[in-house]
Antibody, heavy 121, light 109 residues
Framework: EVQLLESGGGLAQPGGSLRLSCVAS????????MSWVRQAPGKGLEWVSV????????YYADSVKGRFTISRDNSNSRLYLQMDSLRADDAAVYYC??????????????WGQGIVVAVSS | FLLTQPHSVSESPGKTVTISCTRS????????VQWYQQRPGSAPTTIIY?????PSGVPDRFSGSIDTSSNSASLTISGLKTEDEADYYC?????????FGGGTKLTVL
């Protein structure tokens, strides 16, 4: 069974930083691209970023480009999202997702339960 | 490109409902379309992938299709049940980005 468990969320100040982590199990982590998707309160799903299976290729939404960095540790089956220069509109539930077994970007197939990020002074 | 969905739809139990997803530019067949179901307070789950494929465990009451004439994808749910009440999102992608539709709230009343 595929399991994705996010951690690292919480409250950050505007301009501050947070690092989200997602530990994966139930599949061969280093053969799948991985992504982050977020959902602001009462809003729809918004794609954030995707990273290839090797970690060599990354893509970002324009809204986070230059502020967020996606990375992965294949030896420990972990996905990360470093979020810097946080803004109020970054507040959301952040979902870790396993991508389809295709060259990214494509689509999330399996989803974690999500982690809350709040941004406020 | 954008994916446009109706904001909300409603239908009675046992009936059939179709939710559309229109691609604003570029052909709808250029990249696969997926559909996700999100019940209140829960994470999304995949109900249709690669236009018309169902993951194991998804009932065959759910089906996906593509209409090139309207450059749109559709999700059809037949034999509606109250448990189908949820938000539904379409999704597709291009060479370097992923796009979600705005979501459709399905009410089964």
């Amino acid at each position: 069974e595929v399991q994705l468990l996010e951690s690292g969320g919480g409250l950050a100040q505007p301009g501050g930083s947070l690092r989200l982590s997602c530990v994966a199990s139930g599949f061969t982590f280093d053969t799948y691209a991985m992504s982050w998707v977020r959902q602001a309160p009462g809003k729809g799903l918004e794609w954030v970023s995707v990273i290839s299976a090797s970690g060599r290729t990354t893509y970002y939404a324009d809204s986070v480009k230059g502020r967020f960095t996606i990375s992965r540790d294949n030896s420990n089956s972990r996905l990360y999202l470093q979020m810097d220069s946080l803004r109020a509109d970054d507040a959301a539930v952040y979902y870790c997702a396993r991508e389809a077994p295709l060259i990214p970007p494509t689509y999330p197939g399996e989803w974690g339960q999500g982690i809350v990020v709040a941004v406020s002074s | 490109f954008l994916l446009t969905q109706p904001h909300s739809v409603s239908e009675s139990p046992g009936k059939t409902v179709t939710i559309s997803c229109t691609r604003s530019s570029g052909s709808i067949v250029l990249n696969y379309v997926q559909w996700y179901q999100q019940r209140p307070g829960s994470a999304p789950t995949t109900i249709i992938y690669q236009d018309d494929h169902r993951p194991s465990g998804v009932p065959d009451r759910f089906s996906g299709s593509i209409d090139t004439s309207s450059n749109s994808a559709s999700l059809t749910i037949s034999g509606l049940k109250t448990e189908d009440e949820a938000d539904y999102y379409c999704q597709s992608y291009d060479a370097n980005s992923v796009v979600f539709g705005g979501g459709t709230k399905l009410t089964v009343l």
